[in-house]
């Protein structure tokens, strides 16, 4: 039997497999339970705790076509990662940049994790990332700060 990824290998596997849309090959990343939070979300997202969360979280359970906004060819660039005193935890800096399918836009933004691995799966991840700087790169930003009026009653 093989040995498992290391935390660096797993996070590496992850934001190459999120940019090349390698959709179950993300999902298998993760234990069955789980534990991701996007502590910044603008809109207080709720934790992922299950790879069914994930999958639809990462839209790969909607019909091919049902996205809405833009398509992103991506990359992740400025990788840092710091190995911590505990085995299982890394920190892990980088963008995200890319181009806008539809206009040819360059857009980057700037993202943190903060991921617990064991046995070679993610079981508890913090993704601290730029969620506007995202959204207006989709194209969505509107809707964004709309329901973000919404959601906090502006």
Same mark, same amino acid.
């Given at each position: 039997?093989?040995?498992?990824?290391?935390?660096?290998?797993?996070?590496?596997?992850?934001?190459?497999? *999120?940019? $090349?849309? +390698?959709? !179950?090959?993300?999902?298998?990343?993760?234990? #069955?339970?789980?534990?991701?939070?996007?502590? %910044?979300?603008?809109?207080?997202?709720?934790?992922?705790?299950?790879?069914?969360?994930?999958?639809?979280?990462?839209?790969?359970?909607?019909?091919?076509?049902?996205?809405?906004?833009?398509?992103?060819?991506?990359?992740?660039?400025?990788?840092?990662?710091?190995?911590?005193?505990?085995?299982?935890?890394? *920190?892990? $800096?980088? +963008?995200? !940049?890319?181009?806008?399918?539809?206009?040819? #836009?360059?857009?980057?933004?700037?993202?943190? %994790?903060?991921?617990?691995?064991?046995?070679?799966?993610?079981?508890?991840?913090?993704?601290?990332?730029?969620?506007?700087?995202?959204?207006?790169?989709?194209?969505?930003?509107?809707?964004?700060?709309?329901?973000?009026?919404?959601?906090?009653?502006?």
């Amino acid at each position: 039997m093989p040995e498992p990824l290391t935390p660096r290998e797993v996070f590496l596997k992850l934001v190459h497999g *999120v940019c $090349e849309e +390698r959709g !179950e090959e993300i999902i298998d990343l993760y234990a #069955e339970r789980t534990h991701v939070e996007h502590p %910044f979300h603008p809109l207080a997202a709720p934790p992922l705790r299950s790879r069914e969360e994930l999958r639809a979280h990462f839209g790969f359970s909607a019909p091919p076509g049902t996205c809405t906004g833009y398509t992103l060819r991506r990359r992740p660039i400025g990788i840092t990662v710091h190995e911590t005193a505990d085995p299982e935890v890394i *920190v892990a $800096e980088f +963008r995200y !940049e890319g181009t806008v399918v539809e206009t040819g #836009e360059p857009f980057g933004y700037p993202a943190v %994790f903060v991921m617990r691995v064991r046995d070679g799966k993610i079981v508890e991840s913090r993704d601290y990332l730029d969620h506007l700087g995202s959204a207006r790169a989709r194209g969505q930003l509107g809707d964004v700060l709309d329901a973000v009026g919404e959601h906090y009653g502006a």
